[in-house]
Nanobody, 133 residues
């Protein structure tokens, strides 16, 4: 069983920055594909960014390209999401997910959505990000 824990959420003003962190225990961290997802009130959960086991492949939602950066530090067993130029529409609960199925790496990264394959992974409880105007 893999335990996933997010941290780093908070409240910022428009244009501000936050860095989210995620740890995953119970499995070899460098054997995990990982992703960030978010869910705003009244909306479906959506993919934000995904990264492959090595960190070499990434995929971003169009809405965050150029503003958010996902990175995987296997030495520190930590996944990050650097969020810059935050907007009120970024307000949501942010979730980290991990998936150790190496054979699924291409599908997981290319289709970075909760409903496509990631629903079989391990999920954290989420961390709240609130951006005020």
């Amino acid at each position: 069983q893999v335990q996933v824990v997010e941290s780093g959420g908070g409240s910022v003003q428009t244009g501000g920055s936050l860095r989210l962190s995620c740890t995953a225990s119970g499995s070899t961290f460098d054997g995990l594909n990982m992703g960030w997802f978010r869910q705003a009130p009244g909306k479906e959960r959506e993919g934000v960014a995904c990264v492959s086991v090595s960190g070499g492949s990434t995929n971003y939602a169009d809405s965050v390209k150029g503003r958010f950066t996902i990175s995987k530090d296997n030495a520190k067993s930590t996944l990050y999401l650097q969020m810059n130029s935050l907007k009120p529409e970024d307000t949501a609960m942010y979730y980290c997910a991990a998936d150790g199925r190496l054979s699924m790496t291409n599908q997981l990264i290319q289709t970075c959505t909760p409903a496509a394959n990631w629903n079989k992974g391990y999920w954290g409880q989420g961390t709240q990000v609130t951006v005020s105007s």
